[in-house]
């Protein structure tokens, strides 16, 4: 069935689809982690039962998520050598030592204390089972710093240099690990899961104060969330200018991509708004522009010059159309959510945070803003880096397994089917508990059957069987 | 004296491969055994007994694999490519036992879908774990770095034997498990089960070592020739005695030594498959030397390794200490 197709573009396919999904679940867990951990030192800080039932609200939650984020991840790890065994050949020598203190320093230390902070709070003591809860989050930080040193190290390498027979050979590890882009996406990644599950707790609270707005828990969710959306993503806006400066240093071809700018500006570029990028004919059609703009957002100088991929041979430029688009798709969300942050400042100064039904229905729109902004960006930086995998060295043709059509065919439709039935199967679970509300004192949890996560410590809860 | 990195790393992915082969081990035989278990409570039970700790046991399989790529780079982009069908298989078999823990309790109306999952996904995962063990040690076509034979070529008798074995042995890792965790008539009936799988990997170690020296006459040469023979007879011996031990522990009723003597049988294959194999990580003809990654990313991840694997087995066995003694229903409860 696949034989007439290109094996390399199977697996690319492939790789792209098992990632994006990964991705969507620690997108969620790494500010879910932290989220609990503050929930947590907030409960044992104040008393307030609030945060403890949020906590237990939300850590159900967090464990249907984590468990699809673990067996994704497994893939992940493998598809380097089913798939990309040449790349694994040459370029293992520098990834995977970064993996490997991935697997060593964050994977081993979140499962590790997954099991207490799930199932062990009637059996540590409350300061042991909070540290077990932090302990989790900061696995998921420490696992962010390993995999995206060795993404960006892809993007920006540096600190090697390439033995006779093609393997890459680290030179110096310090340089390796904080290659030129790794700061910029490490900040801009981890604002931006944080601010993914602001949305996603700001959806949720939005949803059952649209059905009581007295809910005290649902109040509480909205606020923080609310407070993240304010502060965090003005931040993240900041931050992500910063890495496109960046990108544009080390990767203008990319930049030139996502810009949509076939042609050379010595002036100054404009900003194209929308348009249709005919890559074959190498040009922008129907394209909306704002002069000067371009030059002033990438260089951060409106008349500094940009050049266009007509300077750049045909077989060194990424895809435009997908990343032009993806880009946009990710910029704009970014404005949506600057301006439902802005709205909830202006609201809470009126004293009317929850108030505006509204306000509230769009935050539940926005529930799922930014796992779509994380794919678009995601899929920008890494469509933006072919043709190569390790950018301007090695090209993806070059680094795929010797696996025929048909075989990669196979496997990337048994992923398609057991991604989307297992994972969609999860996410209408996480989507069912969502639509719960968080009850005082949580007396279902008792009685519901399944694995009490935490009892409760006040030993008239634990007398409930 | 010079330390080969090598040799030493050969050692750490044998460590990880072999933490995971235990840890899991139990893990994925429990999810074997599901059918075997009333439906109900006593599943609820013995899922419960490694619910806590199922993530960390996987998260060895990472590591070999990671490590792999890390430490022997050449050959994790041989092996995988050349048992890609079983590989998938695995990887898809691990995502359905992974979310079974959980969706089971989300969705109680398919409970029984999510528990024929968890049995099916831990079932095909032992199967390709095993067979894949079988593709390695029957030996790999390699050609010019590369991956030079075909689908199947994984696909023998050998292999399918070996895929069979793990699925026994992991069944006696589970049972055994299971009389540790259970009380009373769920403890005996793991008691019965860990009888029958004790019996079964007896054979089948005995098939597949017999099958392995017919594979090729190199490894008639490791286990046979003198005097080299005066060692290599210790593995069978010591393996005959830890049996012995093993149906004294069930007969005086001991509830945490068949487990732990299953360890040390496994513990005991592992050391035979280094005799047929070391020091080739593909066999026939890619060696630990051969696959080995540069020297410089050796020694930086041997200082990781050296901090960070001590700490793991700390905090490791604190949470299996938190979770210690029977499961029960009383306390932590699922």
Redesign the interface.
Same mark, same amino acid.
């Given at each position: 069935m696949f034989e007439g197709v290109d094996a390399v573009f199977l697996a690319r396919l492939q790789f792209a689809f098992t990632v994006i999904f990964h991705f969507l679940f620690p997108s969620f867990t790494i500010g879910l982690a932290s989220y609990l951990a503050v929930l947590e030192g907030l409960w044992l800080k104040t008393k307030n039962e609030i945060y403890l039932d949020l906590f237990k609200y939300w850590v159900k939650i967090f464990?249907?998520v984590f468990?699809?984020g673990?067996?994704?991840?497994?893939?992940m !790890?493998?598809e380097?050598?089913?798939?990309w065994?040449?790349f694994?050949?040459k370029v *293992?020598?520098?990834?995977?030592?970064l993996?490997?203190?991935?697997?060593?320093?964050a994977?081993?230390?979140e499962?590790?204390?997954?099991?207490?902070m799930?199932? *062990?709070m009637?059996?540590?003591g409350r300061n042991v089972h909070f540290a077990a809860t932090c302990l989790v989050a900061v696995g998921t930080l420490i696992s962010s710093f390993w995999i995206l040193s060795a993404n960006s190290w892809m993007q920006t390498p540096q600190g090697y240099a390439i033995g006779p027979?093609g393997?890459f050979?680290?030179?110096d590890?310090a340089e390796v690990i904080f290659n030129p882009s790794f700061p910029y996406r490490l900040v801009h990644t981890i604002i931006a899961t944080f601010v993914t599950t602001s949305f996603m707790v700001g959806a949720v609270g939005a949803w059952h104060l649209l059905k009581d707005k007295t809910n005290p828990h649902a109040r509480k969710m909205f606020s923080m969330a609310m407070w993240m959306a304010a502060i965090v993503v003005p931040v993240q806006l900041v931050a992500g200018d910063q890495q496109g400066l960046n990108t544009q240093a080390h990767q203008p071809v990319k930049i030139m991509g996502m810009e949509g700018h076939f042609e050379s500006y010595p002036n100054g570029a404009p900003l194209v708004l929308v348009g249709i990028p005919d890559q074959k004919e190498q040009k922008m059609k129907y394209a909306i522009e704002i002069p000067k703009l371009g030059s002033l957002i990438v260089v951060h100088d409106p008349n500094g010059a940009l050049y266009g991929l007509k300077t750049v041979p045909l077989e060194d430029q990424p895809p435009v159309a997908v990343i032009f688009w993806s880009f946009r798709i990710m910029v704009g969300i970014g404005m949506l959510m600057l301006g439902m942050g802005l709205i909830s400042l202006i609201a809470r100064g009126k004293k009317k945070l929850y108030d505006w039904p509204w306000f509230l229905k769009l935050s539940v729109i926005m529930g799922p803003a930014g796992f779509i902004a994380i794919t678009a960006g995601w899929v920008t930086t890494e469509v933006g880096r072919q043709p190569f995998t390790v950018y301007g060295l090695l090209r993806t043709a070059d680094s795929a !397994?010797?696996?025929?059509a048909p075989?990669v065919g196979a496997?990337l439709l048994?992923?398609i089917f057991?991604y989307f039935t297992?994972f969609g199967?999860?996410i209408w679970?996480m989507l069912?508990?969502m639509a719960q509300s968080p009850h005082d004192h949580n007396p279902g949890l008792e009685t519901e059957? *399944?694995?009490?996560r935490a009892a409760g410590i006040t030993p008239a809860a634990q007398e409930v069987k | 004296m010079h330390i080969d990195l090598t040799v030493i790393w050969a050692f750490i992915i044998a460590f990880a491969v072999f933490a995971y082969v235990v840890l899991d081990g139990f893990d994925l035989g429990i999810g074997i055994l599901f059918p075997t278990i009333k439906v109900g409570e006593r599943r #609820?039970h013995a899922m419960?007994s490694i619910?806590?700790?199922w #993530?960390?046991n996987?998260?060895w399989?990472?590591?070999g694999?990671?490590?792999?790529?890390?430490?022997f780079?050449?050959a994790? =982009?041989?092996?995988?490519?050349a048992t890609?069908?079983l590989?998938?298989a695995m990887?898809?078999g691990?995502?359905?036992?992974?979310?079974a823990?959980?969706?089971r309790?989300? #969705?109680?109306k398919h409970q029984g879908f999510w528990d024929r999952a968890f049995f099916a996904g831990s079932l095909t995962a032992a199967i390709c774990q095993g067979m894949t063990l079988g593709a390695i040690v029957q030996g790999i076509r390699v050609e010019d770095?590369?991956?030079?034979g075909g689908?199947l070529d994984w696909l023998t008798p050998f292999s399918l034997l070996t895929g069979a074995s793990v699925v026994v042995a992991y069944t006696l890792l589970g049972s055994t498990w299971l009389v540790m965790k259970m009380e009373g008539d769920e403890r005996d009936q793991a008691r019965a089960t860990a009888k029958r799988a004790f019996l079964g990997t007896l054979a089948a170690i005995a098939v597949v070592s017999l099958a392995s020296l017919a594979l090729d006459q190199n490894y008639v040469h490791r286990w046979f020739d003198m005097p080299g023979l005066i060692l290599t007879a210790l593995v069978p011996v010591t393996s005959i005695a830890l049996a012995f031990a093993f149906w004294r522990a069930m007969k005086a009723g001991n509830d945490i030594l068949p487990f732990v003597l299953t360890l040390a049988l496994f513990f005991m294959t592992f050391i035979g498959l280094g005799i047929s194999i070391y020091p080739n990580i593909v066999p026939p003809s890619i060696t630990i030397w051969d696959a080995a990654?540069?020297p410089? =990313?050796q020694s930086?991840?041997l200082y990781?390794?050296v901090v960070?694997?001590p700490l793991?087995l700390g905090?490791?066995g604190w =949470?299996y200490w938190?979770?210690r003694g029977k499961t029960g229903s009383h306390?932590?409860?699922?």
């Open positions: 464990a249907v468990a699809m673990v067996v994704s991840g497994i893939v !790890s493998y380097f050598g089913s798939n065994a040449k694994s050949d *293992g020598t520098v990834i995977g030592p993996l490997a203190y991935e697997v060593l320093t994977f081993f230390l499962a590790g204390f997954l099991g207490v799930l199932f *062990g009637n059996r540590v027979d393997q050979i680290p030179l590890w !397994s010797p696996l025929a075989a496997s048994a992923f057991v297992v199967t999860g679970y069912k508990m059957p *399944g694995p009490v | #609820d419960n619910a806590p700790v #993530d960390g996987e998260t399989l990472v590591l694999g990671g490590g792999m790529l890390a430490a780079p050449l994790y =982009s041989i092996i995988l490519p890609y069908p590989i998938i990887l898809l691990l995502i359905f036992r992974g979310v823990f959980e969706f309790w989300r #969705d109680v770095r590369a991956y030079a689908w990654t540069a410089i =990313s930086f991840m990781g390794v960070a694997v793991i905090y490791t =949470s938190v979770f306390g932590y409860h699922h």
